[in-house]
């Protein structure tokens, strides 16, 4: 019996690193073609190589900025060249600044904002005619930022939860056609997370760890499993406005 995974065509943002670079590899392990978008061309080939060496299917960069203003028509009409549609996106790609309110800057949280929640949003229409004609659907990757208090990370945690907002609301205004659903990380031990808690990550990691009931940091590939969940026709054909939270009991 084939694998429902055989030849499923999913564009992947973020794919050059971290969670979405797991995906990729998941996805592709599966039997899926996959378009991996980010911004770093070099990753994204190292990735993808990495991809169709090990998997049963493809894996195609494609060096975008999803914040350009024409980033989604672009990624479209690459999907099309490369994938000859799309069955489903991962809005994977994040950005995150952690800062108290008195200290955090304005571009920061535009740039956030623009990342996390205008970028995906534009994608899912832009994509949104191709979803339609292969009854597809749409992942979110949010945080449970978006769901918990976050004193310190207050701008972070606003646009994701604006993102969790656009995917419940897609999810009624596109069913049944298109399922769309969130899958919410708590924090992972990707190069992201250093990046975002800057100076204060090492002091910030160990209050984390401490109120997380697993008691670690989550893995990209904890993370992946359950998005490639999420996108299996078998699995989740009737999950639709969910927002999956994998977070070590974080927000139990």
């Known amino acids: 019996m084939s694998s429902p995974w055989a030849g499923l065509r999913l564009v992947v943002t973020g794919g050059g690193s971290g969670i979405g670079a797991a995906v990729v590899t998941r996805a592709a392990g599966l039997g899926a073609d996959v378009l991996a978008v980010g911004r770093r061309a070099d990753r994204l080939a190292e990735v993808t190589a990495k991809a169709r060496a090990e998997g049963a299917g493809t894996a195609v960069p494609c060096a975008v900025d999803i914040t350009a203003p024409d980033a989604a028509a672009r990624i479209a009409?690459?999907?099309?060249?490369?994938?000859?549609?799309?069955?489903?996106?991962?809005?994977n790609a994040g950005h995150a600044v952690f800062?108290?309110?008195?200290?955090?800057a304005e571009a920061d949280l535009r740039e956030m904002i623009d990342t996390n929640l205008v970028a995906?949003?534009?994608?899912?229409?832009?994509?949104?005619?191709?979803l339609r004609a292969s009854q597809g659907c749409v992942v979110n990757v949010s945080s449970v930022g978006g769901v918990l208090a976050m004193p310190n990370r207050s701008f972070y945690g606003a646009s994701k939860a604006a993102l969790n907002s656009l995917t419940r609301s897609l999810a009624v205004e596109l069913a049944p056609e298109v399922r769309v659903n969130a899958v919410l990380p708590g924090p992972v031990d990707t190069g992201l997370w250093d990046l975002?808690?800057?100076?204060?990550?090492?002091?910030?990691?160990?209050?984390?760890v401490a109120g997380t009931p697993l008691r670690r940091f989550g893995l990209a590939p904890e993370v992946a499993a359950w998005v490639c969940h999420?996108?299996?026709?078998?699995?989740?054909?009737?999950?639709?406005?969910?927002?999956?939270?994998?977070d070590g009991g974080r927000t139990a």
């Open 196 to 208: 975002a808690a800057g100076e204060g990550a090492d002091t910030l990691r160990e209050s984390i």
């Open 120 to 130: 995906p949003a534009l994608l899912i229409r832009a994509l949104l005619p191709l």
């Open 77 to 91: 009409e690459r999907a099309v060249e490369v994938l000859g549609g799309v069955d489903a996106l991962v809005n």
């Open 99 to 104: 800062d108290r309110l008195e200290d955090a």
């Open 230 to 246: 999420l996108v299996d026709p078998e699995t989740s054909s009737w999950v639709t406005g969910s927002l999956v939270s994998v």
